[in-house]
């Protein structure tokens, strides 16, 4: 890799080394590895903002993971964008690595705990061109502190192949007969999706906010309790009408009822409390009545905050 003042190249004959050359000719899955990566929904969200804002007639973006080694357990918290230039047909790839640094220096001042721990490209293919951005990747995580050196590559179909966003993730091995190299490869990473209760709530409002307009991407309104609790009363009537229905059915003899299904709403029902419904209505009437309370309260102290802001205003 010959690194410029500016920019960062890689070329296909950087080294003479078979793993290299032949990096990108095998896609196999040879089996789990001992590390297990965890991606949380923070970082794909910020992967397809980045395709949307690509440059035009730009086909793939590239960006930096970063994230944090606990035991065998990597989680990939948070990415940025790097900028990134090459052409299919040809053996070279340029990337900023002057703006790659300065980005990484800015996001550990923010949190010191994160470090780079692999990259991702938008489509789901693996290319020669793949291999030459891993080997850099490779190179900057040669003297991780964190004993992470196998940077791992995360793929987000954009293209929606088969109507899914599929993500995944790969790591390079070589295959080796004594001290000799004879070949290196991409293989399949075991990679999870996690999200910690703060992320699920958030992700939750996207998927169920109303939408401001019919456009694919227009941003929805957060909703408020009452508009999540109705919606949530409705679902589970849904739930329940779509289970009964189901029920029926298989009890009539029309379809042919599924053992794991059965099991499933025998679970579903063991775990629902046994409450008499005085005791059920009398539980969910004091619980709405102390949200009604809360609510009353937050409006009261909302009302005289800015009433107490206008008065100030009015004396200075």
């Given at each position: 890799v010959s690194?410029?003042?500016t920019w960062?190249t890689?070329?296909?004959?950087?080294?003479?080394?078979?793993?290299n050359t032949?990096m990108?000719?095998?896609?196999?899955?040879?089996?789990?590895?001992?590390?297990?990566?965890?991606?949380?929904?923070?970082?794909?969200f910020?992967?397809?903002?980045h395709?949307k804002r690509r440059?035009?007639?730009?086909?793939?973006v590239?960006?930096t993971?970063?994230?944090?080694?606990?035991?065998?357990?990597v989680e990939?918290?948070?990415?940025f964008?790097v900028?990134?230039?090459?052409?299919?047909?040809?053996d070279q790839v340029?990337?900023?690595?002057e703006?790659h640094?300065?980005?990484l220096?800015?996001?550990?001042?923010v949190?010191?705990?994160?470090s780079?721990?692999?990259?991702?490209?938008s489509?789901?293919?693996?290319?020669?061109?793949?291999?030459l951005?891993?080997?850099?990747y490779?190179?900057?995580?040669?003297d991780n502190?964190?004993?992470?050196?196998n940077?791992?590559?995360v793929?987000v179909d954009?293209?929606?192949?088969?109507?899914?966003m599929?993500?995944?993730?790969?790591?390079?091995?070589v295959?080796?007969?004594?001290?000799?190299?004879?070949v290196?490869?991409?293989?399949s990473?075991p990679?999870?999706l996690?999200?910690?209760?703060a992320?699920?709530?958030?992700?939750?409002?996207?998927?169920?906010?109303?939408?401001?307009?019919?456009?694919?991407?227009?941003?929805?309104?957060?909703?408020?309790?009452?508009?999540?609790?109705?919606?949530?009363?409705?679902?589970l009537?849904?739930?329940?009408e779509t289970?009964?229905d189901?029920?029926?059915?298989v009890?009539?003899?029309k379809?042919e009822?599924?053992?794991?299904?059965?099991?499933?709403i025998?679970a579903?029902?063991a775990a629902?409390?046994?409450?008499?419904?005085?005791?059920?209505?009398?539980s969910?009437?004091?619980?709405?009545q102390?949200?009604?309370?809360?609510?009353?309260?937050?409006?009261?102290t909302r009302?005289?905050l800015?009433?107490?802001?206008?008065i100030?205003?009015?004396l200075?």
């Open positions: 690194t410029q003042s960062g890689c070329r296909g004959g950087f080294n003479t080394s078979p793993q032949i990108s000719a095998l896609h196999l899955d040879f089996g789990k590895q001992q590390v297990v990566y965890k991606l949380h929904p923070l970082v794909i910020s992967i397809l903002d395709f440059n035009p007639g730009q086909q793939r590239v960006g993971l970063l994230g944090e080694r606990r035991g065998n357990t990939i918290k948070n990415c964008p900028p990134c230039s090459y052409q299919d047909d040809e340029v990337v900023d690595m703006y640094t300065n980005m220096t800015l996001y550990q001042k949190n010191s705990r994160e780079v721990v692999g990259w991702y490209s489509g789901s293919k693996v290319t020669f061109i793949s291999s951005i891993h080997n850099l490779a190179d900057l995580m040669a502190k964190a004993g992470l050196t940077p791992i590559h793929t954009t293209s929606l192949t088969n109507f899914r599929g993500v995944k993730g790969y790591t390079s091995s295959v080796s007969i004594g001290d000799k190299a004879v290196a490869r991409f293989e990473a990679l999870e996690h999200a910690h209760e992320e699920k709530i958030g992700v939750d409002a996207l998927i169920w906010g109303n939408p401001d307009d019919k456009r694919l991407d227009a941003p929805s309104t957060i909703q408020s309790d009452f508009e999540s609790l109705e919606q949530a009363v409705v679902k009537l849904h739930t329940l289970v009964t189901y029920a029926q059915k009890g009539e003899g379809i009822g599924d053992i794991e299904i059965g099991r499933q025998a579903a029902l629902v409390p046994h409450l008499d419904v005085e005791v059920f209505d009398k969910l009437n004091s619980n709405l102390d949200m009604l309370m809360i609510l009353y309260l937050s409006n009261m009302a005289q800015a009433l107490a802001d206008k100030n205003g009015l200075l």
